[in-house]
């Protein structure tokens, strides 16, 4: 029985009838799915599962902090937001920091639940216990930054306000939900923005004056203050540089996405786009997510040809979706691109991803300047521009785009399924398969499509984990040892998201973060337990897909990881054995070969019953 870290109180809303109730979280789920993402997983697998329509009125929009969010633990500010994905129709799940999610736990609150569809556009506020629903009708089209200072400026400044923009109001299946105003913290994968707009909600408003409880308060404070030099250490670049200080380095090892994937180096680009060109160019502060005092955010002022920036600055995703994928070298058009997606409420990634892929069907000729309106040549930043904002406001050509590259490959025919990069739908980050091996079999297997969270690839190039059996470092073309790599790393990151900490903190060892969840809620985790929780919350994941139709044909890559040599850079011939290493993954999962977990594996995690529903 959990005896901190948790409120256990949950809010419902049904917006069809207008009404919200308080829900109480029982504390068997709290011991087998801890929070954050293993909790929102279990109820979305409850209630959200009926049919593959993200945008049914019945479709749960699911938010949840976890045990740590509201504590001192470092980078443990943090909340997951889980839903059917527009995108991929299949599980979808995104991870965001900043402050809104420790500002619910200060309402006391551990998550909110959200189903049926306004009739009317409406926004949702919570303050000192009290839950009502406002209208949202003079908000409704307005951008992030509007929205957030609007709902700030009527409920004063200490307000945590989460929203969507007009991407999210007009049902971009790349839209992202926002908060932080403009510092643009974003749970960006999966088009869950336009789950928000589908229901009519515009924005959700927080605020509260309560502690999180904790078990052991005092060994808390001193466990985290010995903590604290080892992690500013460890983390020192993210502080300096932020996300954006590795890109020369993914460039240099073949990992940096150019020209839609087609390319294996651009050296002369990276260096103009690079975290060092920001901070020389337009750098002014760091930005802080709750209980963090790494800093990773970039806050930037510039005045550029394209516009003037003041704000959350690019991080390096979005240097690398807006920038080398469409061989866009001009820093200033990057950084407004980056402000006009977060304005409009977009995907960078997937905003990024769509933009490289239609150039590259306009360099093939299989669009032209008669279908879009204007030429899209590579590296053109203004091009670039114009797509972002009609892909946001769901005009002209960017309509089609706001659809997904997948969707859109689909509509446009001709082969250009062949060069469009996604995993089930989802569009990749930024981090190529070719370059490191676990990576692709990570894209293949996540229930969510291709993206790296579970991040078993930098084993293959930062840092060790010898606590989880990895004291060296990986070779990261050698694709011996790979699935196993996987799965724990999987069922590791999955922890992180459901007590809610930063992924950065996986340079911390296991028993340290199992410690910190101990003193928090007074579980009497180890390292093997807490591991098997998060082997648990991946299986309901798997679970999940099956039951809306996923199964082995959806776990593989696009023709351009597995086919095309980037020919070039530091990643220049492998092609990752997708087939071979899902078969062998598989096996260490204990699934069968069409992916179905077998009666066994189930009775072991505690999911007979889960099973049933399969």
């Known amino acids: 029985m959990p005896k901190g870290g948790y409120t256990k109180r949950v809010i419902w809303v049904d917006l069809t009838k207008r009404k919200a109730e308080i829900r109480s979280l029982e504390d068997e789920l709290l011991e087998k799915f801890i929070g954050g993402v293993g909790v929102g997983t279990k109820i979305l697998y409850e209630e959200g599962l009926k049919d593959r329509n993200p945008f049914s009125p019945d479709a749960p929009l699911i938010i949840m902090t976890g045990p740590l969010t509201g504590t001192s633990v470092p980078t443990s500010g943090r909340l997951s937001v889980i839903a059917l994905s527009p995108e991929t129709t299949s599980y979808g799940e995104s991870d965001v920091g900043g402050t809104w999610g420790v500002a619910l736990k200060k309402a006391f609150f551990d998550g909110v639940v959200i189903k049926g569809r306004s009739d009317t556009p409406v926004y949702l506020r919570i303050s000192q216990g009290e839950i009502t629903i406002e209208d949202a009708i003079s908000l409704w089209g307005q951008d992030t930054f509007e929205t957030s200072a609007s709902l700030k400026n009527r409920w004063g400044g200490r307000t945590k306000v989460m929203c969507i923009g007009q991407a999210g109001e007009r049902l971009s299946k790349i839209a992202a939900i926002f908060t932080d105003g403009v510092h643009a913290r974003v749970a960006g994968r999966g088009g869950l923005g336009a789950v928000m707009g589908s229901k009519n909600l515009k924005a959700l408003v927080v605020e509260g004056d309560e502690r999180t409880p904790i078990y052991e308060s005092e060994k808390l404070r001193d466990s985290v203050r010995r903590s604290v030099p080892e992690i500013r250490g460890r983390t020192k670049a993210f502080s300096e540089l932020g996300t954006a200080g590795g890109l020369l380095f993914s460039e240099e090892v073949g990992d940096l996405p150019i020209k839609n994937w087609a390319w294996g180096s651009w050296r002369e680009g990276a260096l103009k786009i690079s975290g060092e060109s920001l901070r020389e160019r337009m750098f002014k502060k760091r930005y802080y997510c709750g209980a963090c005092f790494i800093g990773c955010g970039r806050v930037v002022e510039a005045s550029t040809p394209y516009g003037v920036v003041r704000g959350g600055g690019p991080e390096y995703e979005t240097l690398a979706a807006l920038g080398s994928n469409c061989l866009v070298d001009d820093l200033g058009a990057i950084a407004v691109g980056n402000d006009l997606c977060n304005r409009l409420g977009l995907d960078t990634i997937s905003c990024g991803s769509v933009i490289g892929f239609a150039m590259e069907a306009f360099e093939k000729g299989l669009i032209t300047e008669r279908d879009i309106g204007y030429g899209i040549p590579w590296g053109d930043a203004n091009a670039m521009l114009r797509l972002v904002r009609e892909i946001g ?15 859109a490959a689909e509509k446009i025919g001709k082969g250009a399924e062949r060069f469009a990069v ?15 091996a676990s990576l692709g079999l990570t894209y293949a297997t996540n229930p969510n499509g291709a993206t790296h969270w579970s991040a078993s690839y930098l084993l293959e190039a930062k840092f060790t984990i010898p606590e989880l059996g990895y004291p060296e470092l990986l070779d990261r073309f050698s694709e011996e040892g790979k699935p196993q790599l996987v799965k724990t790393m999987q069922d590791y990151v999955t922890m992180f998201n459901s007590i809610k900490m930063c992924r950065f903190l996986l340079r911390v060892s296991p028993s340290q973060v199992v410690e910190w969840l101990n003193l928090v809620t007074g579980f009497g985790h180890d390292v093997q337990s807490f591991l098997l929780a998060g082997e648990r919350i991946t299986n309901l994941k798997r679970l999940c897909n099956l039951r809306l139709g996923f199964g082995r044909s959806e776990d593989t890559l696009p023709d351009r990881f597995i086919k095309d040599k980037r020919g070039t850079g530091g990643a220049a011939e492998y092609l990752p054995n997708v087939d071979d290493m899902v078969s062998r993954y598989y096996e260490e999962r204990k699934w069968d070969d069409g992916g ?9 995690l505690g999911l007979q019953e889960e099973m049933k529903m399969c």
Do not use: C
């Not at 406001?393 to 969707?407: A, D």
């Open 393 to 407: 406001l769901r005009e002209g050509f960017g309509s089609l785009l706001g659809e997904g590259v997948k969707r």
């Open 422 to 436: 996604h995993v089930k739908g989802l569009e990749s980050t930024m981090h190529d398969p070719r370059a490191f």
């Open 596 to 604: 179905i977990p077998l009666p066994s594996k189930m009775e072991e």
